[in-house]
């Protein structure tokens, strides 16, 4: 049998495997290999090829999903079919995820079951199959695709997205593919052309044409272009493919910009001749103009911008101006007197004095760079212009002069054209420079009347301002909502604002202005204290704040806060005093107290253990007795410590994870944690904290309560569950696999026993639905109560159990409001799903259902109404009990111990012949309306 599908069959059940082996190899399509040790099938695998696996899930040595795991380890590629009684969620979702091709259910006729199996062999076979023979042709087309030397791109038509490219393209882009997948091609290739594509805009053809690319470095890229559209997948798209066309176009493009260098070079030589030759006649113009205006300047030395300075025939200086000071920031005691080479700079000291001492023999510097050194050891660079003074014989030189430009600044930027024709530029920028000192005197002269005036118009404003100043203080004053008083030492008044009169109820308080003494006003109790404080200000001692008792001028007592501040008011030594009404203040204080009195006996003597912390550093500022007793500690012994200092919690990571709880959510809730105790115990404690105000510092109360007695009860209560859970899901399995090899063999039986035995191969078969329904009845009971309740939107209830019927027949109409909610186990959604489906099972003629929402005695009642032959009075007592009716029963009877969790009950009130009805009555607590909505609104019903 060359031609049959090899399969592995994994199952830790003989007979089992023994029933899907006939099934499968009846048709001559299968070779079936059976084994009951997973390990033993691997071993197996390393020896054997075969087409597919079946695997169970449940099994003792190896669960599938680990086996399933192994294979695809090491034989990642064959086909990997779960095969088991176990309909969790959460298996088939780890089988999928692990790699299974298929997961398959066992239950049901054995015929159809193996037949399906059969149809899932063969489709996993042959779309491995297909796949591994797609994945050599492409490996195969790949291998060409990266080979080519010329570049490729595919490029999405519409969008012009790049979709896919060659290594070459991507070495001639210089760019990585990452880089490049999923941008516009435009940004690479032919970028003056983006929304002018040859072919997709102006519909041309692009054969043999030159284009460029740009490189990641910015540079561009000549290259001989093909684009050819074709359909990829159902996508429009363009098949583009370039070569390097750089080396030959690089080579004309040389050939080009040398002969327009050649025309360039020309041209500028003949501008340079022309711009020499009018420069030369300009500077002979200017030196005349210069001889004109050296006498003027000389008398310009004074108060000249530039910098001058003066040195005798010794080379000391004798003398320089302001701008000689600001140039170098020497003052006169640093350079009077002393050698001119205190002036410059190291590099150039030689160069330097050689040109100072021609000067001294009559050489004129006009136009000469000398180099600087400022009294910070900075250089800057000066263009000096020299003149000598004369002994009265006109022939002894007694002096030089010169002044300079700092060209530091301007120098930078030049150097080039200085070094280039270095005479001609000085004397151009000598006359040029000349020209500015004049215009930047004459400015400097305009800048300093402009400065007077601007002086003069501030001092204007400023004498406005200081108007306007007393103004909004005047203004302020009285229209302050506090009281402002002025008093000499000894308290007579000397100023009082209208909030001051107000408060102490003064109405003509203008007439007490210097006749009363603000004492008067002072309670009795408070007087000493005040005096004391007039002699603190008058000390100088002021701006601080303190509060008083006051009796108005109508006898109320009041508490006043004040400061006062010692000033000078009609030349005399006074207070400034600003006070405010903080009476409702010092009420609501004392109400505080009291409230923090009975909050200290709450917390001192609560039963459950409290502490109170600061927020900020954790140290515990408070604990209750219960606590202290709990813990073993001292009170003295915890309060100033932190947690971590006792060492109460037994894992230093706990604290970080209560804060951030805390910091997050602003509360703590049942956070069960363990602690240890003074003696070295450890306990799990429940914690419950919240962060509280304690006048204006956070603090976080807790409840610390002991758990830790009921938690192992739960724990072992929890142990003892699992273990009952595991042992019913393990014999429900057992019995399972024994169910459908039997009938797996009823199913071979009934296909060769002799005529005469239909009857009993039809009893054997109901036998073993009843069992199967009994095993499916106690699945479904042990999740009753296994979940916590949860809310749950009513009218999402029925709109799912409307799709889950399979064969809907009837119309499902949903009254319930939106926003119903009710509190309820998880599975309450299979009581819909049961109410429904009964209806369209066993209600006859039923065409229409609907679920509705009314109100009795203040609960909520859901009415699950059809109009079908209704139920029989008789039958009404026996409706929910467990193996009642037409199909044992077990919907209703699990539909009833599902709502009793939550209190919720469930009762037929239908009249026969005109349609069932079950009304369930909702506790007040088991309901709520999300969107805001009354249920006092429902229709009430009897």
């Given at each position: ?7 592995l069959y ?11 082996k ?6 001559g ?14 071993d197996?695998l390393h ?8 695997s169970?899930?449940q099994?003792?040595e ?16 064959v086909?990997?079919i779960?095969f ?6 959460e ?9 299974a091709d298929?997961?398959?259910?066992k239950?049901g006729?054995?015929e159809a079951?193996f ?14 199959q ?11 087309l ?8 010329g570049?490729?791109?595919i ?7 790049i979709l896919?490219l ?6 001639m882009?210089?760019r ?6 999923g941008?516009?091609c ?6 003056a052309e983006q ?14 044409s030159?284009r460029i690319i ?7 890229r000549?290259?001989?272009k ?23 176009k690089?080579?004309?493009?040389n ?5 327009e ?16 030759s ?6 002979r113009?200017?030196?005349?103009q ?5 006498t003027y300047l000389?008398?310009?030395?004074s ?9 005798d ?10 701008a000689?000071?600001?140039?170098t920031g020497?003052?006169?005691?640093n ?6 080479d ?10 330097s004095?050689?040109l100072?001492?021609r000067a001294l023999?009559g ?8 180099p ?29 002069i010169?002044?300079g430009?700092?060209?530091t600044e ?5 150097v080039?054209l ?12 000598q ?9 930047q005197?004459?400015?400097?002269l ?6 007077l005036r ?6 204007s ?7 306007e100043s007393e ?9 302050s ?6 008093t ?5 008044l ?7 009169g ?9 007439s007490?202005i210097?006749k ?5 006003f002072i ?6 204290e ?8 008058m000390?100088?001692r ?21 400061i006062?501040r010692k000033?000078t ?5 006074a207070m ?15 109400v ?9 006996t ?12 600061s ?10 007795e219960a606590f ?5 500690y001292?009170?003295e ?10 060492g109460?919690?037994?894992?230093p ?6 804060v ?5 959510k602003?509360?703590?809730s049942?956070m069960d944690?363990?602690?240890r105790?003074?003696?070295g115990e450890?306990?799990i ?6 962060i ?7 603090h976080?109360?807790?409840?610390v ?5 009921r ?6 209560l929890?142990q003892?569950n699992?273990?009952?859970?595991l ?10 696999n ?22 009993e ?5 109901k ?10 009845f106690t699945?479904?009971?042990q ?9 749950t ?11 889950g019927v399979?064969?809907?027949?009837a119309?499902?109409g ?6 119903a909610?009710?509190?309820?186990d998880p599975l ?6 049961n109410l429904?489906?009964?209806?369209v ?5 039923v ?6 929402l009314?109100?009795r005695?203040?609960?909520s009642?859901?009415?699950c109404?059809?109009?079908g032959?209704?139920?029989?009075p008789?039958?009404?007592k ?16 699990l539909s ?6 939550t209190?919720?009950?469930?009762q037929e ?11 369930m ?14 249920n006092?609104s ?5």
């Amino acid at each position: 049998m060359p031609d049959s599908i090899r399969v592995l069959y994994v199952d830790d059940e003989s007979d089992l495997l023994e029933v899907g082996k006939l099934f499968l190899e009846e048709s001559g399509e299968f070779s079936v290999t059976t084994i009951v040790s997973p390990k033993a099938a691997l071993d197996l695998l390393h020896k054997e090829h075969f087409d597919a696996i079946i695997s169970d899930y449940q099994m003792d040595e190896l669960d599938g999903i680990r086996f399933l795991q192994a294979v695809r380890e090491r034989f990642p590629i064959v086909p990997f079919i779960l095969f088991t009684g176990r309909g969790r969620e959460e298996v088939v979702i780890q089988a999928l995820n692990n790699g299974a091709d298929f997961y398959l259910q066992k239950g049901g006729d054995p015929e159809a079951q193996f037949a399906e199996l059969a149809h899932k062999i063969r489709q996993a076979v042959r779309t491995k199959q297909a796949e591994q023979s797609l994945a050599e042709n492409r490996d195969y087309l790949e291998r060409i695709y990266a080979s080519v030397q010329g570049g490729i791109l595919i490029i999405d038509a519409k969008t012009h997205e790049i979709l896919d490219l060659n290594p070459a393209a991507e070495k001639m882009m210089g760019r990585a593919k990452d880089q490049i997948l999923g941008r516009v091609c435009h940004e690479f290739i032919c970028p003056a052309e983006q929304g002018r594509c040859p072919i997709t805009d102006l519909h041309l053809e692009v054969d043999n044409s030159e284009r460029i690319i740009l490189t990641a470095d910015g540079g561009k890229r000549d290259i001989i272009k093909y684009v050819v559209p074709f359909n990829l997948h159902g996508r429009e798209c363009l098949l583009e493919t370039f070569l390097d066309n750089t080396e030959r176009k690089q080579a004309t493009d040389n050939l080009k910009e040398a002969y327009e260098r050649l025309t360039v070079a020309e041209e500028e030589l003949r501008q340079n001749y022309e711009a020499i030759s009018k420069k030369e006649l300009a500077l002979r113009g200017r030196e005349k103009q210069l001889a004109e205006t050296n006498t003027y300047l000389s008398n310009l030395t004074s108060y000249a911008a530039n910098p001058i300075v003066i040195w005798d025939v010794n080379s000391r200086i004798t003398g320089f101006n302001k701008a000689f000071e600001k140039l170098t920031g020497f003052a006169e005691s640093n350079v009077l007197g002393r050698d001119f080479d205190v002036l410059f700079p190291d590099e150039s000291r030689k160069s330097s004095l050689d040109l100072v001492c021609r000067a001294l023999f009559g050489e004129k510097w006009e136009g000469v760079e000398i180099p600087v050194k400022t009294i910070h050891g900075a250089t800057r660079t000066v263009l000096w212009n020299s003149a000598n003074i004369y002994a009265e014989d006109g022939i002894t030189p007694v002096a030089t002069i010169a002044m300079g430009t700092d060209i530091t600044e301007r120098k930078k930027a030049e150097v080039e054209l200085l070094q280039s024709n270095t005479e001609l530029h000085n004397a151009y920028e000598q006359i040029a420079q000349t020209e500015e000192e004049l215009r930047q005197n004459y400015e400097q002269l305009s800048a300093t009347e402009e400065e007077l005036r601007q002086n003069y118009e501030t001092l204007s404003h400023q004498e406005q301002a200081l108007r306007e100043s007393e103004e909004k203080f005047r203004v302020l004053v009285e229209s302050s909502l506090d009281g402002i008083v002025i008093t000499d030492f000894s308290g007579i008044l000397l100023f009082s604002n209208a909030a001051a009169g107000r408060i102490v109820e003064a109405a003509d308080y203008p007439s007490l202005i210097g006749k009363m003494n603000i004492l008067e006003f002072i309670a009795p109790a408070f007087r000493p204290e005040v005096l004391r404080d007039f002699a603190q200000v008058m000390g100088g001692r002021d701006a601080y704040l303190v509060t008083y008792q006051l009796v108005t001028e109508k006898g109320r007592v009041i508490w006043a806060e004040c400061i006062g501040r010692k000033i000078t008011f009609g030349k005399i030594p006074a207070m400034l005093v600003s006070f405010r009404d903080v009476t409702s203040r010092k009420e609501a204080e004392e109400v505080l107290r009291e409230s923090e009195k009975k909050f200290v006996t709450v917390f001192q003597n609560n039963p459950v253990p409290l502490t109170l912390t600061s927020a900020d550093g954790g140290m515990f500022a408070d604990v209750n007795e219960a606590f202290l007793s709990s813990t073993g500690y001292l009170r003295e012994e915890v309060i100033g410590k932190t947690p971590r200092e006792l060492g109460l919690f037994v894992s230093p990571d706990d604290i970080p994870r209560l804060v951030t709880e805390l910091r997050t959510k602003h509360q703590v809730s049942g956070m069960d944690l363990p602690c240890r105790t003074k003696n070295g115990e450890v306990r799990i404690c429940r914690f419950s904290s919240r962060i509280i105000m304690m006048g204006s510092t956070p603090h976080v109360i807790s409840t610390v309560e002991d758990v830790s007695e009921r938690m192992k009860t739960e724990e072992a209560l929890q142990q003892a569950n699992k273990k009952l859970h595991l042992l019913s899901s393990i014999t429900r399995h057992d019995i399972k696999n024994q169910l459908m090899t039997l009938d797996g063999y009823i199913s071979l039986i009934d296909k060769k026993s002799p005529a005469g035995c239909e009857q009993e191969i039809a009893r054997l078969r109901k036998v073993s639905r009843q069992i199967s329904s009994m095993i499916q009845f106690t699945k479904d009971y042990q999740q009753v109560g296994i979940t916590s309740p949860v809310w749950t939107d009513l009218r999402s209830l029925v709109d799912d159990a409307k799709k889950g019927v399979s064969q809907m027949t009837a119309t499902v109409g949903n009254d319930i409001p939106a926003g119903a909610e009710i509190y309820a186990d998880p599975l309450i959604a299979k009581v819909f799903f049961n109410l429904v489906d009964n209806a369209v099972r066993h209600g006859g003629s039923v065409t229409t259902i609907r679920f509705s929402l009314a109100s009795r005695n203040g609960d909520s009642t859901i009415v699950c109404e059809d109009d079908g032959t209704g139920i029989a009075p008789e039958m009404r007592k026996k409706l929910f009990r467990k193996g009642f009716g037409k199909n044992n029963g077990f919907g209703l009877f699990l539909s009833r111990e599902v709502l009793d969790i939550t209190g919720i009950t469930i009762q037929e009130t239908g009249e026969p012949g005109k349609g069932a009805r079950f009304e369930m009555n909702i506790p007040k607590e088991s309901f709520r309306m999300a969107a805001g909505k009354d249920n006092r609104s429902l229709p009430a019903i009897p």
